[in-house]
């Protein structure tokens, strides 16, 4: 079952930017944004329906990992970015997810650099929403919906 805010009964949404070698390819980012999105529904139990996701590709010639390109010592790479709403997450469910997702992306690119990346940003309630209503907002309609 997936978690909603600790402090509220309204989902929680991530969006989740992410970067990896390689050329645009359609089919290779709709495997990546499905296992991104079935890993962070397991590990942080973000709701899939309302998990934005967006692939970036960059040329390995112009990555460099320890001062040398990537396409120069033959090795893909990745960097996730996820932003969810700060308490809603365990420092296990983050550890788990880190491993988890990198496991994945070595599965999805193969060869991946050890200098690949994810990193979960926890951002304040009050400062992060959709629909135009914050997390905060929604955790205050429903405490007022709940008096009344």
Known sequence: ??????????????????TVTGKADPALSRRI???????????LHKDPTITAIVVNYADPAH????????????????????????GTNTKQEMASYLEAVFAG????????HSESYILVHEVSA????????????RYISNKLKAAA
């Not at 944004?33 to 590990?43: Q, Y």
């Not at 396409?71 to 996730?80: D, H, R, V, Y």
């Not at 992306?105 to 991946?112: A, E, W």
């Not at 400062?127 to 135009?132: L, T, V």
């Open 126 to 137: 009050a400062a992060y929403g959709f629909e135009g209503k914050t997390q905060e907002f």
């Open 63 to 86: 990555w460099f990992a320890g001062g040398r390109s990537l396409a120069a010592q033959g090795t893909n790479s990745f960097w996730l970015d996820i932003k969810v709403v700060d």
């Open 1 to 18: 079952m997936l978690n909603t805010n600790r402090r509220s009964k309204e989902p929680i949404m991530p969006i989740i930017n992410i």
């Open 105 to 112: 992306f070595q599965q999805l690119l193969g060869n991946v």
């Open 33 to 43: 944004a499905a296992a991104v999105s079935d890993l962070t529904a397991k590990h």
